[in-house]
């Protein structure tokens, strides 16, 4: 089968397309003929080395092993099944459930032996992937492409919303509003949980394309004065969603309300930043850090699509075997939305 793996941390040159032999599910697994998988930052990161070149660079304390299949929002129809799994399954249409662990239901994310696909196991670059039959969800739409951005990005964004726990009518700002979990937050803040939207984006071009989302406002990073142009929509917000870091940091905590709630889950402006304590405590502010979520997020999650709450958005496609191209796109500015490789499939467009 033709995969893409990561042959060691570095650039895009890391990236390798060779063929391999087709994997064999093992008892209480499956096999998934890969339809579509969405990038995320966390496979860059990863083979970038940003979570540490040493033995703890992944998920888990012995750190990844190379070579790797990356990839981990994926989209597919199964097609044979180990031991122990009901042969009804062999045709569904699945999207998986992005690592394994062995915490208790509710606290899977933060158990310490969860691994990641495309991380501690070989992911969605491939055309064939095994992964455990429990993980593997009906997918919520009919389309492999569509419903391959949701997985990673979308558990992100549910998390981040629901450990808010906002409430109808609260003002949210939302950083990277372009992204794919920034659009998803957009969503999920407005259309589920009632919310008003401020997205903070680069280019205003998005501005109307933002709205329909659910974003009430949308305003520009670039701007001489942000701070002034979130505040003059709404006063102070009383929450932040933010996939950003460092570069909006100092924004986000100016225009949080007293008793304000920040949320993070990604730090493509900056890993490291500086924090006046004084700012915390004295604003009463509450500090949570995110990342994925639970199984039983991910089930509600899905059912939100199913039921037209949320929406893909997508920028552009990728055939596999330009995986390295997908990569450096993803990390150029002006996107809206995922960007999602397809094996076999020659249209780089949507549209």
Not at 110 to 125: K, V
Not at 173 to 187: I, P
Not at 268 to 280: E, I, M, N, S, V
Request: glycine content about 12%.
């Amino acid at each position: 089968m033709k995969t893409v793996q990561v042959n060691g941390y570095g650039g895009v040159e890391q990236l390798e397309v060779v063929e391999r032999p087709m994997p064999k599910p093992d008892a209480g697994e499956v096999l998934v003929e890969v339809k579509a998988c969405g990038i995320n930052n966390t496979e860059i990161w990863m083979r970038e080395g940003a979570y540490g070149t040493d033995r703890e660079s992944g998920w888990k304390p012995e750190g990844v092993q190379f070579p790797r299949v990356p990839g981990s929002d994926i989209s597919g129809r199964i097609i044979e099944v180990g031991n122990g799994v009901d042969k009804s399954r062999i045709g569904q249409d699945v999207v998986l459930f992005p690592f394994t662990s062995g915490g208790a239901d509710g606290t899977e994310h933060i158990s310490e032996d969860m691994a990641f696909i495309g991380s501690e196991y070989d992911g969605g670059y491939a055309e064939y992937v095994v992964w455990p039959a429990a993980l593997c969800y009906e997918m919520p739409l009919d389309d492999y492409v569509k419903s391959a951005v949701f997985s990673v990005s979308g558990l992100t964004a549910w998390h981040m919303n629901e450990q808010l726990q906002l409430q109808p009518g609260q003002t949210v700002l939302v950083t990277g509003a372009s992204g794919g979990v920034g659009s998803l937050n957009v969503q999920i803040a407005s259309r589920v949980f009632g919310a008003d939207v401020i997205a903070v984006v680069g280019d205003m071009k998005m501005e109307q394309e933002l709205k329909r989302l659910g974003a009430k406002h949308v305003v520009s990073y670039r701007s001489d004065q942000l701070t002034e142009d979130i505040l003059a929509n709404s006063g102070p917000v009383d929450a932040v969603l933010d996939v950003v870091g460092d570069a909006l940091f100092k924004t986000t905590l100016a225009v949080l309300k007293n008793g304000g709630k920040f949320c993070i889950s990604g730090s493509a402006g900056g890993q490291q930043t500086k924090l006046d304590f004084r700012t915390l405590y004295l604003k009463h502010l509450t500090f949570y850090g995110s990342v994925l979520g639970t199984r039983a997020e991910f089930g509600r999650m899905l059912k939100a699509i199913a039921d037209g709450k949320l929406e893909p958005v997508i920028d552009r496609t990728f055939p596999l075997e330009e995986a390295a191209a997908a990569q450096s796109y993803f990390k150029k500015s002006g996107k809206l939305g995922k960007i999602v490789l397809i094996p076999d499939q020659g249209q780089n467009n949507l549209a």
